[in-house]
Structures are given as C-alpha cells and as structure tokens.
C-alpha cells in the first residue's frame, strides 16, 4: 500500500463503549448529533440490517448495503443523490462510490487492519471540509479480532481434498478446467473458502493457476477483411477443426486444443491475435478455473503448514496493529503515519488525543447505560458470584439459584439481553473494576476490586436500585 497523505479536515475520535447496547446508544447519539450524509461500518449482513432498522425508528433516513442485497446500485445512487442521509454497510459499500460530501463515517467495531481503516476513512470529506470518523469500540473487540484473526478457512486437510480432487479431474493431463463448484466440495461449498485453500496451493508451488478458459467456442471465418492468406499455424489450425472448409465451427475449448495440438494455455491468446489479423472471429461461452499441478514433493506437508503459519502470524499482526491504534495515547494521524509508512508526526491537532476530537453530547439513555455499570458493580458489593449466576441473577433468569432470587438485585437489568450483560461484565473485568478470585475447586468467582469500590464511592446509587427491598 503507498504511504498516505495526511489529511487534516479528517477529525478522528476513538469512543469506548462498554457492551454492544451502550455502542448502539451512542451510534444513535452520534447520528442525531452529527449533521450531513454519513456511512456506517457495520462487522456483518445482519448487524447491517438491524443497525439500520434501528435508525430509522429514530427518525433517522438510513438503508443498508451489503452483498447479499440484490439493487446495490440503485442503493448507492439513492444515497449520492442524498435521498438516504446514512448507508450502513459492509466494506462491500465505498469503492465505487464517488461522493465528495460524506460529512462522518462511524465505524461499529474494529476493522480488519489498519490498512482498511485509512482506505474507509478516507471516503470522507473528499471535498476537503471537516468532516468527522469515529470508530466505536469495546474492550472485547480486541480479544475477539484477535481471535478471528487466527481463524483460516484453510488446513492441512482442506488442502489435501482439494488438491487430489484437482488431480482427479485433470488425469494423466495434469492440466484442465476445472468448475469452482467442483473445488468447494473441499470447503463444504463456501466459495470463498475454497479460493483461500487454492490461494495456498499455488503459493506452495502445487497448483498452477492459468488464465480462466473459456467452456465452449464459436468460430466463424472472416474472409475478406483481409486480402492475404492466413498464415501457416491459422491455415492448420483451420484444417484441424474442419473450420478452413465450412463457415463455422464450435466445440469445447478442450476439444479444439486437444484437434489443434496447441496447449490450452496458448490457445486463446492465439485465437484473439488471429481475430484481430482479421481471419476469424471468436465467441467464446462461459468460463472456468485453468488449472495444472505441479511436480509431486516429499515436502508437501511442510510447506503447506509453513505457508498457513505465515498467513497467521501475518493476521495477527495487521489485527494488533488496529488494536494498538484505538488504545493509544497518541496522535492518531501520526499512528497512521507511522504504521502505513508516510512521514512520522507528533500531533495533528485534529484528533481526540491531540485534544481536538468530537465532543460527544450523551442522551438521557446513555446516561442510563452508566447508571447501569453501577448496578452490576452494587451486585458484587453485596456479595461475590460467578459469572453465570451474576448474569442470570441480573437478567432476572427464573433458572437462577435461590440465593440469587433473594438479592435485591435480582433482575434489576431485565431489559438487557443475558449475552449483553455478558459482554458488559467482561468489559469491567477488562477494565480492572471486576476483579476474579479461583476458588479450591477450580472455579472462580468475582468480586469488587478496589478499583470498583472507589467507583461506587465516587456515582450515585441508581435510583431503580435505592429502597428496593
């Protein structure tokens, strides 16, 4: 990637949520607060859908763009044309489309790398005003990229079914086309996986990758464009498919290579030179993988696990180096900087950690949000619990034990999902206000750090808690 130019009417803002209910919240805050057309980055198709429901029973004009929706086109016309305010989408949405007024982008979690964030970014503001990104983030983000990261679609055994399937349908030829759908019963029909797991193959230098070949042909003579004859090899190769004696000839592309002797790999270039001398005109029908194997080696295994341990490390990395990005301190244009290989800078003075980033004005429901971190925190006051019970306990779960039943605590947060309360007691281990205790059995416990206790000294108890007996 070259390196990038600074761009100071981009005003970058790193916001900490807790838990998916609190982004939610301040996605709705910052949508409402922030004026002009803007993009949101969702993490996939259906959060796309929802976040834009969401939205849009705020008031707000939103659609959503992914993949999987079939007038994509219209879609981004809609959105260019400002008859949507937003577009939430997935990093499908944004590199056809050329809107210079993109007043915010949002992202709602972590992209991939650093790489995908400055080229997402980097839609905004191309008319050279101010225009806002903030990306919204966990603390459970980071372990849960991380993770991904380190999840390929490729292994040993994936490589090992799809390379003696390839070689199963070449033969004695050891090359050939071979159908996409042919290669993704390796990879329990997932297209994209089953192009990761090739990617491989040709990399270890046991599959060749051709230019794709076409299935079937039609030819046609194309006498009198040109007044001399075709050279020696058209005038064979005419004679050989029966084309120098009828007007017309088609077949499979195979078979026109094995009638002609000329290598599938040569044959289409030699079509295409010999329609633009003018001495046949060539339609070619559908396309498929061109594919050869390369010599058998005792090393096969090796190699393959030695690329895949590359491409993880490599994963890895790209995902730390976005993780670094939102928790540091520092200039945020100069981490861009530093990372993607432009100039270093110290400030920008156009970020939050430069003391210039958007000032966030929270709504009453964000302000209950935090009210409700307290009330997790009170739980633990009273007494310590698992996890588990800590959350069903909240939730109000009639699974829940009996001394859960009798905590005055029990569902006080019956609105919040069990999976959101999760996340959000996660997110306050993460921050040190959660600290966790392993008993003798081997389970463990948690209970209020110090750090939790000077919390709770320092916020008011949540009105839905007090005289609640």
Known sequence: MPPIRFSPNLRLTVLHARDDDERRQRLIDLVQQLAGAGVVYAQSRQQCEELASLLRSHGVVAGHYHAGVEDRGTLQDRFKQNELRVIVATVAFGMGVDKPDIRWIIHMGLPGSVEAYSQEIGRAGRDGATADCVLLHCLTDDQRLLRLSQQSPVSLESAHAMLQRIMATLGAAGIGPVPLDDLTQATNGDQTAARAVLSVLEVAGLVRRHYDAPDHVLLRRDAGKRKRQPDSACLQFMHQIGLATH???????????????????????????????????????????????????????????????????????????????????????????????????????????CGAGLVVHASPASAALEQQTITVLRALAEQSWGKRTLVRLLHGDAAAGERAHESVFFGALSDRSEQSLSQLVDSLIAEGLIGTRTLSHGGATLELSHRGQQALHQRPVPRSITGRR
């Open 247 to 353: 007007d017309a000839a088609n077949g499979a592309f195979v078979t026109l290579a094995s009638k002609s002797g000329i290598p599938l790999v040569e044959l289409e270039t030699a079509l295409l030179q010999w329609q633009d001398q003018g001495w046949l005109q060539y339609f070619p029908s559908g396309r498929r993988l061109l594919l050869s194997v390369g010599p058998v080696r005792n090393d096969r295994d090796g190699q393959i696990a030695h690329i895949l341990e590359q491409r993880r490390a490599a994963a890895a990395h790209r995902a730390q180096g976005i993780i670094d990005f939102v928790n540091s301190t520092h200039c945020r244009h100069g981490a861009l900087a530093n990372y993607l290989g432009d100039t270093p800078r110290n400030r920008c003075n156009v970020c939050d950690n």
